[in-house]
């Protein structure tokens, strides 16, 4: 069942959206060279405690921190912890989630920690972040599923290729459903599968995750030994990006970016929906 949220829940998603924009604010700003993730868990934390939130990370199946913390060839769930050191030339993907009245935000951003960064990892955060655009421009209403993972999908595929030779979307993880739940249904590929076909047709009141993985090799991730942490089987390195989307009767409403994502969806001719906050 997907859940079809009413304006007022929409309200409260934002304000949940909010929570999740500064903590991606704070764990920018924290995220330096000598700097460990567990310091960056530590500064979520505060963000959240700070604005009458709850984490929808910590505990949840198990997870032991607040946010993820994802160095390098690690793709997603990285945790936390007082042995990882950031250091110049370092990418870290940061997914971060909260809690109002119930109501969950989930996102997620690639940062570069000092300078002196491959133009191929600057490249990969730019195609993952810009596809991640293009599956939020697709969010109209009567469109399908199948339309967002399409957009994803060709957005990426139609980039140069990197002078590793390709760009892997991950398949094992995509976006998702959100709302009384951080991870609900629909399940959003960011690729086109003919098994899957079109899915649900988007409608005012679903809210999305949307979240590509890229990374500059393959497709394929394995799991540690810690059931959480996922690292490409080949080593490249990754990017991942993520926004949670309400779609309203006034179009997409980006409930984790500061201006409701009026400033990138209008690259697309899109209007992005009035800030139920005011």
Same mark, same amino acid.
């Given at each position: 069942?997907?859940?079809?949220?009413?304006?007022?829940?929409?309200?409260?998603?934002?304000?949940?959206?909010?929570?999740?924009?500064?903590?991606?604010?704070? %764990?920018?700003?924290?995220?330096?060279?000598?700097?460990?993730?567990?310091?960056?868990?530590?500064?979520?934390?505060?963000?959240?405690?700070?604005?009458?939130? *709850?984490?929808?990370? $910590?505990?949840?199946?198990?997870?032991?921190? %607040?946010?993820?913390? &994802?160095?390098?060839?690690?793709?997603?769930?990285?945790?936390?912890?007082?042995?990882?050191?950031? *250091?110049?030339?370092?990418?870290?993907?940061?997914?971060?989630?909260?809690?109002?009245?119930?109501?969950?935000?989930?996102?997620?951003? @690639?940062?570069?920690?000092?300078?002196?960064?491959?133009?191929?990892?600057? /490249?990969? &955060?730019?195609?993952?972040?810009? +596809?991640?655009?293009?599956?939020?421009?697709?969010?109209?209403?009567?469109?399908?599923?199948?339309?967002?993972?399409?957009?994803? /999908?060709?957005?990426?595929?139609?980039?140069?290729?990197?002078?590793?030779?390709?760009?892997?979307?991950?398949?094992?993880?995509?976006?998702?459903?959100?709302?009384?739940?951080?991870?609900?249904?629909?399940? $959003?590929?960011?690729?086109? &599968?003919?098994?899957?076909? *079109?899915?649900? *047709?988007?409608?005012?009141?679903?809210?999305?995750?949307?979240?590509?993985?890229?990374?500059?090799?393959?497709?394929?991730?394995? @799991?540690?030994?810690?059931?959480?942490?996922?690292?490409?089987?080949?080593? %490249?390195?990754?990017?991942?990006?993520?926004? +949670?989307?309400?779609?309203?009767?006034?179009?997409? $409403?980006?409930?984790?970016?500061?201006?409701?994502?009026?400033?990138?969806?209008?690259?697309?001719?899109?209007?992005?929906?009035?800030?139920?906050?005011?």
């Amino acid at each position: 069942m997907v859940q079809i949220k009413t304006p007022e829940q929409i309200a409260k998603m934002r304000e949940a959206g909010l929570v999740v924009a500064a903590i991606h604010a704070a %764990t920018r700003e924290a995220a330096v060279p000598g700097a460990t993730t567990h310091d960056l868990d530590q500064v979520a934390r505060k963000v959240i405690a700070d604005h009458g939130a *709850k984490s929808n990370f $910590l505990g949840y199946g198990g997870f032991p921190a %607040t946010i993820c913390t &994802s160095v390098n060839e690690v793709v997603v769930h990285g945790i936390p912890d007082e042995k990882t050191v950031l *250091k110049d030339g370092d990418i870290i993907s940061i997914d971060a989630g909260a809690i109002v009245d119930g109501w969950h935000g989930d996102a997620a951003y @690639t940062a570069f920690v000092g300078t002196g960064h491959a133009p191929e990892l600057v /490249e990969l &955060s730019r195609v993952t972040e810009e +596809s991640m655009w293009a599956g939020i421009a697709a969010m109209k209403v009567n469109n399908r599923l199948v339309d967002v993972s399409r957009a994803i /999908e060709t957005y990426i595929r139609r980039q140069p290729r990197p002078a590793t030779g390709k760009y892997g979307i991950i398949e094992d993880f995509g976006g998702h459903g959100i709302g009384t739940e951080m991870h609900m249904d629909p399940h $959003l590929l960011n690729y086109v &599968s003919r098994k899957r076909g *079109k899915g649900i *047709k988007l409608v005012p009141g679903v809210c999305l995750a949307i979240e590509p993985m890229v990374s500059l090799g393959t497709a394929r991730t394995e @799991t540690l030994a810690d059931d959480w942490t996922v690292i490409t089987t080949d080593g %490249t390195w990754s990017s991942h990006w993520e926004h +949670s989307i309400a779609l309203t009767e006034q179009g997409p $409403l980006v409930l984790t970016a500061p201006d409701c994502g009026k400033a990138k969806l209008a690259e697309y001719g899109i209007e992005a929906a009035p800030d139920p906050l005011g």
